[in-house]
């Protein structure tokens, strides 16, 4: 039972490691963590309505009831990046202008639920809702089919996109997807790690940041005050972390369904538990094995050149 505990408590950490890797890995001192402190259809669209500074244009577009924030960068083949838990389209600014000049038209958004996007009809059927988002809005951009790369529970949207809409999509890149429906017990599982969570937000109505303080806490394995400094940029998507990212992860692939499309697995040389665990159950539906890159979880942050050398190595339009 202790096995399956930390590799469930990993592949929590595999939605949250990258806003980590920005705001810092927090207090790991011993001492004891305070209790946390409560705190205080169907029309499509596309609005431009500013430009970034740099290169990347800014846009609300209107898909499925909500509003999503895009930044679009370059020129050439359509190329749709999903962020992962934790993150935003500006978070991967660095890895989309690498894209971008790399010959790619690179679209980034923030996720329903996340950051500057509308929380409408949210949380809603999971990755399934994420994904039915990405395929519309690829359609309502007039980028259809393009590349897909997905970035941890991003990958896991990626590959749903391939399963539900396969036209939307030339190739799928699913980057360290912690894609736990492919592991048996992996929903069992979940539910104990988030058993304190639910407690608190029971005792607590609304205190989201109180509630990432403690699965941050199970997931680092020493405590993680509500107020630690060091876990700002994550508190930032507190409440999409706790109420959408762990039903992303849990969406099962049917053998089939991921026959479509050309999809490339890429994993780090040292995955955590649950990723390694689920790149060994979607290799087996996929009848290949993955890529290993040099690093770990959120190496993707580390060297925004990393996914263009995936891409440009498996030959994406």
């Known amino acids: 039972m202790l096995g399956k505990r930390r590799a469930s408590a990993a592949a929590l950490a595999g939605l949250c490691l990258a806003a980590l890797s920005v705001a810092g890995c927090g207090s790991a001192d011993g001492t004891d963590a305070a209790s946390p402190t409560p705190t205080d259809p169907e029309e499509t669209t596309v609005t431009t309505t500013a430009t970034n500074a740099s290169t990347a244009d800014v846009t609300d577009v209107a898909v499925r009831g909500t509003t999503l924030h895009v930044e679009q960068r370059g020129d050439g083949p359509p190329l749709l990046l999903i962020h992962g838990g934790g993150e935003d389209a500006a978070m991967l600014s660095a890895q989309a202008d690498d894209l971008a000049a790399a010959g790619y038209r690179v679209i980034t958004y923030d996720r329903r639920g996340t950051g500057a996007s509308g929380r409408d009809n949210w949380p809603g059927n999971g990755t399934d809702q994420h994904a039915d988002d990405a395929a519309a809005l690829l359609t309502a951009l007039d980028e259809a089919p393009a590349v897909i790369v997905g970035v941890s529970s991003g990958g896991a949207v990626a590959l749903a996109v391939a399963a539900r809409d396969p036209d939307a999509v030339s190739r799928i890149v699913a980057c360290e997807p912690p894609a736990l429906g492919v592991v048996p017990g992996a929903e069992q599982m979940n539910a104990e790690i988030m058993a304190p969570v639910d407690a608190h937000l029971a005792a607590h109505p609304g205190d989201y940041v109180g509630a990432q303080a403690l699965l941050l806490t199970a997931i680092l394995g020493f405590p ?44 780090g040389s040292a995955p955590n538990d649950a990723v390694g665990a689920a790149a060994a159950g979607l290799a087996e539906l996929l009848g ?13 942050l580390a060297d925004p050149t990393v996914l263009t050398g995936i891409v440009v190595a498996v030959g994406a339009p």
């Open 224 to 267: 993680v005050a509500a107020d630690d400094p060091a876990f700002a940029a994550a508190r930032v998507n507190a409440e999409p972390m706790i109420r959408d990212e762990p039903a992303v992860t849990l969406r099962a692939s049917a053998p089939g369904e991921l026959d479509g499309v050309p999809i490339t697995l890429a994993i």
């Open 288 to 300: 290949h094995d993955p890529v290993t890159v040099e690093g770990d979880h959120e190496v993707y």
